[in-house]
């Protein structure tokens, strides 16, 4: 079981940055693929990107150059670095571990890009 954590979202002004960030409980969280999903209002849930355990990531072509996911194994935590942000990168941002037929969600953290 492994219960995840986000939090550092907020209010930014178009061109910011905001850091998530995604801690999890249990153990083996170097094993799991992290990744970060978001959902805006009325819109479904879309992947922003992913992780492995291996550190390889990929990104949704919406975001590519812009957001850069890392994790600190040692610290049991993944991070989504977001800059350049704008207005459509709105949304509540979800983080979720994945191993084999194993998948877990965090509660969500809502970002606003507004000025």
């Known amino acids: 079981q492994v219960q995840l954590v986000e939090s550092g979202g907020g209010l930014v002004q178009p061109g910011g940055s905001l850091r998530l960030s995604c801690a999890a409980s249990?153990?083996?969280?170097?094993?799991?693929?992290m990744g970060w999903y978001r959902q805006a209002p009325g819109k479904q849930r879309e992947l922003v990107g992913a992780?492995?355990?291996?550190?390889?990531?990929n990104y949704a072509d919406s975001v590519k150059g812009r957001f850069t996911i890392s994790r600190d194994n040692a610290k049991n935590t993944v991070y989504l670095q977001m800059n350049s942000l704008k207005p459509e990168d709105t949304a509540v941002y979800y983080c979720?571990?994945?191993?084999?037929?194993?998948?877990?969600w965090g509660q969500g953290t809502q970002v606003t890009v507004s000025s």
């Open positions: 249990g153990s083996n969280f170097g094993i799991y693929t």
């Open positions: 979720d571990a994945k191993w084999r037929f194993s998948s877990y």
């Open positions: 992780i492995t355990s291996g550190e390889n990531t």
